[in-house]
């Protein structure tokens, strides 16, 4: 039997597609082994957001022909679709397959027998993306017991220091009787929490179905007891979107909005569609409906122009802002996106000083949030191992949670009594005595 290896960078939305593809290679015989492992055959999900992807799409092939010289190696995703001239560059590639191919990867490799390297690679790719609504041919098969269920793809909002809508194209909702036949098909594996992905999930529409539509039909699918958004921009949270999750039983009360920058200016130049103002008001109008809202964010330092000033309004914001944790990241220059021209480059050194103080301040953000839930009972869905001698699961606000315990929690929702934390995760112990107590204490 061939082997195949899969590694992705970037997203989680990467990961959604990358769980389809896997599930599809097994199908077609393939036995899939942990990247690190001698394969057969290689395949890279890529990421083009930061100018490390070319650096670690080598190293990720490097290390790959190292251990087996012959593996086949295929190169899909947003690298594949906006570097694919670097991409020929670096030996050892077979195939270059761009996003709008994406799903019919395998359907390119030679029959798993043939599997044999070229003398240089075979590109299929297109410059531009359909702007067709769309199916995935397969269910992913998820690593973590929240299940990635990709709903949306491609993004119209142009933000001057992105390249997702030239790698993803423009904005296109999944067909929604596509999603339900992957959720009830997650939900009949055992699945009970659905993550719903995309690059801009709140602007899925489909036919009149908005994303408040889709969950409510979510809702239903028997066997799913949460409903989670990954990732959602400030200005597609409908007040109905706030509304459902105050009122919904499933879906997590749960927000992670990016801000990138605490700036008015700044946020012009990013040519993010809102201002400071608009982006408290909402974190206020979210705080005041939703009861115990986790709240994360995406902040970005070191943009063009960003000094010493504006960089203080970002901390200002974040600091007053309750959100949980933020994820940092440093601008990085795109060729081909607006900001690549912009003057007022920001020095590396102050850029990784700004990084680490907010990821400094993320930390602190992190411990008093899991401070503020010790003494509650609260319904946690555990995850596979553990760590550090803790077994970890979530909360539905996003509060990572660890206890100790020799069983097997993989999967299972339990009430757990929070009675200390930490800024890596809260700890706690069961809160009722056995398997079947816990469980009616969660019916
Ligand atoms: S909203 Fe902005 S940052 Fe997000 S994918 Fe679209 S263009 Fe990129």
């Not at 690190?36 to 890279?44: E, N």
């Not at 390119?108 to 410059?127: G, I, S, W």
């Not at 070191?302 to 007053?320: C, I, K, Q």
Request: charged residues 25%.
């Amino acid at each position: 039997m061939k082997r195949v290896s899969l590694h992705t960078l970037g997203c989680r939305l990467n990961q959604a597609e990358t769980a389809v593809l896997e599930s599809r290679l097994r199908r077609d015989g393939y036995d899939v082994v942990e990247f690190g492992q001698p394969t057969d055959l290689l395949v890279v999900n890529t990421c083009s957001v930061t100018d490390e992807a070319e650096r670690t799409c080598r190293y990720v092939i490097r290390k790959t022909l190292k251990h087996s010289p012959e593996a086949f190696v295929a190169v899909t995703g947003c690298y594949a679709q906006t570097g694919v001239r670097e991409l020929r560059t670096i030996p050892g590639i077979d195939l270059i397959v761009g996003n709008q191919f994406k799903w019919d990867l395998p359907s390119f490799l030679p029959a798993p027998q043939a599997l044999k390297k070229h003398p240089a690679a075979e590109v299929l790719h297109t410059r531009t993306i359909d702007r067709e609504d769309f199916s995935v041919p397969d269910v992913g098969e998820p690593d973590s017991t929240r299940a990635l269920l990709k709903v949306q793809d491609g993004c119209d909002v142009m933000c001057s220091f992105c390249l997702i809508p030239f790698a993803r194209g423009r904005e296109r909702s999944r067909l929604p009787d596509d999603v339900f036949r992957e959720a009830a098909i997650l939900a009949d594996g055992g699945y009970q929490e659905l993550v719903l992905t995309g690059v801009n999930v709140g602007r899925y529409n489909h036919g009149g179905t908005d994303l408040v539509g889709l969950i409510d039909r979510l809702e239903a699918v028997a066997g799913i007891r949460r409903i989670r958004i990954s990732s959602i921009e400030p200005t597609t949270v409908t007040d109905a979107l706030i509304e459902r999750m105050a009122s919904s039983s499933k879906l997590c009360p749960y927000l992670h909005i990016p801000l990138q920058s605490g700036d008015d200016a700044i946020l012009r130049a990013m040519n993010r569609p809102y201002q400071v103002r608009d982006f408290t008001a909402l974190i206020e109008r979210a705080l005041a409906a939703i009861p115990g809202l986790g709240l994360g964010t995406d902040l970005m330092v070191g943009f063009p122009g960003e000094s010493d000033g504006a960089f203080r309004h970002t901390v200002e914001l974040a600091e007053r802002l309750p959100f949980a944790y933020f994820h940092v990241f440093t601008y990085s220059k795109r060729p081909g996106t607006a900001a690549a021209k912009f003057s007022g480059e920001v020095p590396v050194q102050a850029a990784r000083q700004r990084a680490k103080a907010l990821a400094d301040l993320s930390r602190r953000k992190r411990l008093a949030f899991a401070e503020s839930s010790i003494g509650s009972t609260v319904p946690v869905l555990f995850e596979s191992g553990t760590v550090d001698g803790f077994r970890l699961g979530t909360t539905a606000h996003f509060l990572k949670v660890g206890v100790v315990s020799s069983d097997d929690l993989t999967n299972q929702l339990h009430p757990v009594r929070i009675t200390g934390a930490s800024d890596r995760w809260a700890v706690g112990h069961f809160a009722t005595a056995g398997p079947t107590e816990r469980k009616k204490a969660l019916l």
